[in-house]
């Protein structure tokens, strides 16, 4: 079932404002007619099929990442409870990389701080 949006708009060749224009929603088709000079414009949209499953993979790679970073976060914070540490993403401690993992800071003498990266090797 295809479902199409009406509607007017302006001719872009003699400027008329009440040219017909229809949109149809589900293949992104789009037509205008001028009714006072006869100009008509059709246009298809593309989808590369191919370029947006690689894109939606990496983008399910790189939330599984995040969903992982947040999980070893609280993992850490369970576990070292008592030390007086701060952690924060990389991206909020603003390490220049654009791997995800956390960085773990530690107020002892020492002043250590370790960073954890999390990389899908597979």
Not at 47 to 73: F, G, P
Request: charged residues 30%.
């Amino acid at each position: 079932m295809m479902v199409g949006v009406q509607d007017r708009a302006k001719c872009p060749k003699c400027g008329y404002k009440d040219a017909s224009t229809e949109f149809q929603t589900r293949n992104g088709e789009e037509w205008l007619f001028c009714g006072r000079c006869g100009y008509e414009q059709h246009t298809t949209a593309v989808v590369d099929r191919v370029r947006s499953a690689k894109v939606t993979k990496k983008v399910k790679r790189l939330y599984n990442q995040k969903k992982y970073v947040e999980a070893i976060r609280e993992g850490v914070y369970d576990q070292l409870e008592d030390e007086d540490m701060n952690m924060s993403t990389f991206q909020e401690a603003g390490v220049l990389t654009n791997n995800k993992g956390l960085v773990l800071g530690f107020n002892n003498d020492n002043k250590d701080e370790f960073q954890i990266t999390v990389v899908r090797v597979r």
